[in-house]
């Protein structure tokens, strides 16, 4: 168990921004929420899973809702808490550990407030290295645990309980349920045991965020070191020269296009994505898709920009990070794949789409 100081978690927030591939709620927001906790007097820590006995009862805590609307909608800090407090009198028993559910963007920070406030230790996992938009899309459901019964809690004191027949059924009236809360809310579920949640997780994902936040704000050589962190290569770099985003079915969905520069000049690059970036385009040809991540960075400086801050004439660069192995099985990519989504073409990982296509790749 490590205690994470103000400093870890800026770091975090910042890495987190990185592996929410463009959503996952806006980490900035959730360091916020972090930093609020932190300065009431609690403690932050993060604790590995291999340290916890493998039958003690583990939740994972997460937000849920549109990124766009987590930005406006604020919280009052209670949420979590009181989803916590009606699943464990729905079931009967008292949870010991907390699973953060994606590392990516706001969820990163939410878990660790939630076990600050609790005195329940965090562990260093989550269920997708990265951010999707929807509940089922998490290794935790790929690998067995079922994500109901589920607590969904919104600011105004409203908590909705959820016992559903399916994953995607628990997503369908978790959604629908958010939507009439107003867009956002937290959420608690996927109830087991430590040693399950350490069979079926992305291990130290915390770990990774930290990693490449440190890089991000102290580097003199930030996008080589970035690339190395990440393992990942430049996509693309451009200027931002349309972006389209609208809210349906409690989703932000969009997309966003680029106009090549430098060695891209006269090309162009397309990003579609809902909440998270799901597929990128170069001259119509797709390049990168998930489950692998397409995160978009600010030219300058490094700093990831998320879909509800980018906009019009910014210049980037587009990078693709190769996903955990864990979503590269035939069962994972059923669930998160490009097919997943309405695409109809099949998954290629980025670092072979990058070997078949030459050095800019």
């Not at 920070?109 to 290295?129: E, F, I, Q, R, S």
């Not at 935790?140 to 600011?155: F, K, L, Q, R, W």
Request: charged share 25%; glycine share 10%.
């Amino acid at each position: 168990m490590r205690e994470l100081t103000e400093e870890n978690l800026r770091n975090i927030a910042m890495g987190a921004a990185v592996l929410g591939t463009g959503g996952g709620g806006n980490a900035h927001m959730g360091l916020l929420t972090a930093l609020q906790v932190m300065k009431q007097g609690y403690k932050f820590e993060l604790t590995e899973p291999e340290e916890l006995e493998e039958d003690l009862v583990a939740v994972a805590m997460f937000g849920i809702g549109a990124p766009t609307v987590g930005v406006e909608k604020i919280r009052n800090g209670s949420e979590s808490i009181r989803a916590m407090k009606t699943l464990e009198r729905y079931l009967g028993k008292k949870f010991q550990a907390i699973a953060p559910i994606e590392v990516g963007g706001v969820n990163s920070m939410l878990p660790l407030a939630l076990g600050a406030m609790t005195g329940l230790p965090v562990m260093n996992l989550d269920g997708m290295g990265r951010a999707f938009p929807e509940v089922q899309m998490v290794t935790y459901s790929v690998y067995g645990i079922e994500a109901s019964p589920m607590a969904v809690a919104d600011e105004r004191g409203n908590v909705n309980l959820i016992d559903a027949y399916s994953d995607v059924w628990t997503e369908r009236i978790a959604r629908a349920t958010c939507v009439v809360e107003g867009g956002h809310a937290d959420a608690l579920g996927y109830v087991s045991t430590v040693g399950e949640f350490i069979r079926t997780s992305v291990p130290s994902t915390y770990t990774l965020a930290e990693r490449i936040g440190n890089v991000i704000r102290y580097s003199r050589d930030v996008w080589n070191e970035v690339l190395d962190t990440v393992d990942g290569h430049i996509l693309f770099e451009g200027k931002c020269s349309d972006i389209e985003r609208k809210m349906v079915a409690g989703f932000a969905r969009g997309s966003a296009s680029i106009e090549g520069m430098g060695p891209y000049k006269g090309s162009e690059m397309t990003i579609s994505f809902q909440n998270e970036n799901l597929v990128a385009l170069l001259d119509g040809k797709p390049v990168a898709t998930v489950p692998d991540l397409i995160t978009v960075m600010d030219y300058e400086n490094a700093k990831p920009l998320t879909t509800e801050v980018l906009r019009y004439g910014v210049r980037v660069k587009v990078l693709a990070i190769p996903c955990h192995e864990k979503w590269r099985t035939p069962e994972a990519l059923r669930v998160a794949g490009p097919k997943a989504f309405g695409y109809d073409f099949e998954y290629i990982s980025c670092e072979r789409i990058r070997a078949e296509n030459g050095a800019l790749l």
